[in-house]
């Protein structure tokens, strides 16, 4: 379970900016909706090189929200190469975000304080 793989290919490895395209409005009341909702059941972190890797429960409503999740990801913040490991027996599911060099330090300004304690991460 701690084997890393690089995954990012030559063609997905060419420099994209580590910045969110998401439009103003609703749109972004709606994806910081989703984030709450979706991260509020993490079950653990573990800091990668390249990002971080979630868990969360086996769930079925988990496949549905992290797909929501990585289909709104994928739009605004192209940078981000996402991984899915589901546990065999319905356990639990591991969710990694990736990408290049920065890829990390945007993640962590994005968490909150209080999922930073939670998850024993250290905030910059």
Same mark, same amino acid.
């Given at each position: 379970?701690?084997?890393?793989?690089?995954?990012?290919?030559?063609?997905?490895?060419?420099?994209?900016?580590?910045?969110?395209?998401?439009?103003?409005?609703?749109?972004?009341?709606?994806?910081? $909706? #989703?984030?709450? !909702?979706?991260?509020? @059941?993490?079950? &653990?972190? /573990?800091?990668? *090189?390249?990002?971080?890797?979630?868990? +969360?429960?086996?769930?079925?409503?988990?496949?549905?929200?992290?797909?929501?999740?990585?289909?709104?990801?994928?739009?605004?913040?192209?940078?981000?190469?996402? $991984? #899915?490991?589901? !546990?065999?027996?319905? @356990?639990?599911? &591991?969710? /990694?975000?990736? *990408?290049?060099?920065?890829?990390?330090? +945007?993640?962590?300004?994005?968490?909150?304080?209080?999922?930073?304690?939670?998850?024993?991460?250290?905030?910059?």
């Amino acid at each position: 379970m701690d084997e890393e793989v690089e995954t990012m290919s030559a063609e997905t490895s060419r420099k994209l900016p580590i910045a969110c395209e998401l439009l103003e409005g609703g749109q972004i009341s709606r994806r910081e $909706e #989703l984030s709450r !909702e979706l991260f509020g @059941g993490c079950k &653990s972190v /573990r800091e990668l *090189g390249d990002g971080y890797e979630f868990v +969360f429960p086996g769930g079925k409503e988990w496949i549905e929200g992290l797909a929501r999740f990585v289909a709104e990801e994928r739009e605004c913040c192209r940078f981000f190469a996402f $991984e #899915l490991r589901f !546990e065999p027996d319905l @356990g639990s599911i &591991s969710f /990694r975000m990736r *990408g290049p060099e920065g890829t990390k330090e +945007f993640l962590a300004r994005q968490f909150t304080e209080e999922f930073a304690e939670e998850h024993s991460l250290e905030l910059d």
